[in-house]
């Protein structure tokens, strides 16, 4: 069973649907990352979370939203789709104490907003 | 705020020969990591350098990390095909345990006969 899965791999949805992207872990890692990846601009940042009870904001977090249920859960949420949100999304997770650790990725979501 | 440059963003391989690709980043950081990604899928873990002058080889492939010049090169060992996909590298820009990695555009090998 992979360590990281996310569901779904696919989605189609409509301009102004919201929608939720689930990531869950059984690495028992406590960092756990969401990126998005667009043709030619390699992985921006969405939101990340260090623990379960704490939650920040990337690079570019506008119109996105997260929720961490469990250490092993973490949730992304378009509140209102756009079309720019059309883009494959990847959830990451990574060991903490040294914070020198790789991070190890989801197979990705593969988001079509129309 | 971190920028991470790689280039070249694409480069063709011929089968044998050897080729190095680079990244370099704007800010001071000793923690840079390598990635790779083949076509649709995931990304997999290559190589985690952590120091000044760190080397760490796998393969036909080997990366290394100048922390002063703040540059990283992957070098590629008589290419064969198995090796065209994209590599990534990023870098952490913290000094402590909170990680948060800023990636590059990634270069997209394509190595032929």
């Known amino acids: 069973d992979a360590d990281v899965t996310q569901t779904p791999r696919n989605r189609i949805t409509k301009t102004g649907k919201r929608i939720m992207l689930e990531c869950s872990q059984t690495?028992?890692?406590?960092?756990m990352y969401w990126y998005r990846q667009d043709p030619g601009l390699g992985l921006r940042l969405i939101y990340y979370?260090?623990?379960?009870?704490?939650?920040n904001k990337g690079e570019i977090s506008d119109g996105y939203s997260v929720s961490r249920q469990a250490q092993a859960k973490f949730s992304l949420s378009l509140e209102s789709a756009i079309p720019n949100q059309t883009a494959l999304y990847f959830c990451?997770?990574?060991?903490?104490?040294?914070?020198?650790?790789?991070?190890?990725f989801g197979p990705g979501t593969r988001l079509l907003v129309l | 705020e971190l920028k991470v440059e790689q280039n070249p963003l694409f480069l063709s391989m011929q089968e044998g020969k050897n080729y190095t690709i680079y990244c370099n980043y704007s800010t001071t950081s000793d923690r840079l990591y390598w990635y790779r990604q083949d076509p649709g899928k995931s990304l997999e873990s290559l190589f985690v350098l952590l120091s000044n002058g760190a080397v760490k080889q796998e393969g036909r492939l080997m990366a290394s990390l100048d922390t002063k010049a703040r540059l990283s090169t992957l070098h590629i060992t008589a290419a064969v095909h198995d090796l065209s996909a994209t590599y990534f590298c990023?870098?952490?820009?913290?000094?402590?345990?909170?990680?948060?990695?800023?990636f590059g555009k990634g270069i997209t090998l394509s190595v032929r006969p």
């Open positions: 990451a997770t990574s060991l903490g104490g040294s914070g020198k650790e790789t991070q190890y």
């Open positions: 690495k028992g890692h406590d960092r």
């Open positions: 979370s260090f623990d379960v009870k704490d939650i």
């Open positions: 990023a870098v952490d820009e913290s000094s402590g345990a909170n990680s948060k990695l800023t």
